[in-house]
């Protein structure tokens, strides 16, 4: 089969991205362009997120030795409270730090230039107290902002390239980038970074939902324009990642189905 063009522009963009002596790098955009550093749904309907700490009892050891994709998932109640801990254990805001006279959000992930690009959207079914539907996490508020009401598991199995293993899951996070508030300081370069943030993210989710007891697996297939039209997202952020977390059903080999 010949090689796509995608696989040449993926090249060009790392040449042109790459920091090169002879050459400056990009200035930052214009001083005036400030995006906003948080998503907000205003009018959404919200729901308070019980578990706002790290009360998370395995040792990290532990959950590093566990840890690996779950394929196989009971759908059984989730307490609210857990859903809240994974999310605010994974990516919520555990304060704010003050350097050279700019304050920056304080996160359990590092993100270039401490811009923190992402944001995150769950799609949940039977989380107890909570109606399943699509939200978007409001990270300072600790709260889930409706988005979508009634279930988005079968639609989201649909985009994810029928992957049937979302079915079962309590939690699908879809992580999303607003790609302009770090690429405005790091121009080309800032989009590498977007990804990184995100692998980071992703593996907070990963460690934090075995450390809890529950099943991860990461989906990076899915129909990009059609994900970011079901998540009803402004044009400048797009859906990067998919983690979905679930009670694990049937164990599964040590080594696992090796898919995606
Ligand atoms: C970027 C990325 C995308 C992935 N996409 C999928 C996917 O679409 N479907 C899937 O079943 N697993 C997916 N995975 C999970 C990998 O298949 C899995 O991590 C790998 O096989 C190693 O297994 P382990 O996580 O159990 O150690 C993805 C993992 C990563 C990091």
């Not at 992402?118 to 909570?130: G, N, P, R, S």
């Not at 797009?238 to 040590?254: K, L």
Request: aromatic fraction near 8%; include cysteine; hydrophobic fraction near 40%.
């Amino acid at each position: 089969m010949a090689r796509s063009k995608e696989a040449d522009v993926a090249r060009l963009y790392h040449l042109q991205s790459s920091h090169v002596r002879s050459r400056t790098p990009e200035p930052p955009f214009d001083a005036d362009l400030q995006p906003l550093r948080f998503r907000t749904y205003v009018g959404s309907a919200r729901t308070r997120l019980p578990g706002r700490d790290f009360a998370i009892d395995a040792p990290l050891g532990a959950a590093l030795e566990r840890r690996r994709s779950i394929r196989e998932f009971a759908l059984r109640p989730m307490p609210l409270e857990t859903l809240g801990r994974l999310l605010h254990a994974s990516y919520g805001v555990r304060g704010a730090r003050k350097l050279d006279e700019e304050w920056f959000v304080d996160r359990s992930t590092p993100s270039a230039g401490g811009l923190y690009p992402l944001e995150i959207y769950v799609a949940t079914q039977a989380v107890e107290e909570l109606p399943d539907g699509l939200y978007h996490y409001d990270a300072r508020a600790h709260e889930l902002e409706l988005r979508r009401e009634g279930p988005a598991h079968p639609a989201i199995t649909d985009l994810t390239l029928d992957q049937d293993m979302v079915v079962n899951t309590n939690v699908v996070v879809i992580i999303t980038a607003v790609p302009f508030r770090t690429m405005r300081k790091y121009g080309q370069r800032g989009y590498r970074y977007l990804w990184i943030d995100a692998g980071h993210l992703g593996q907070n989710l990963y460690l934090v939902a075995t450390a809890m007891g529950l099943g991860p697996v990461a989906i990076g297939g899915f129909y990009d324009d059609e994900l970011k039209a079901f998540l009803a997202l402004p044009a400048e952020e797009d859906a990067m990642y998919v983690v979905c977390i679930g009670q694990p059903g049937t164990t599964e080999g040590p080594a696992g189905p090796q898919r995606g």
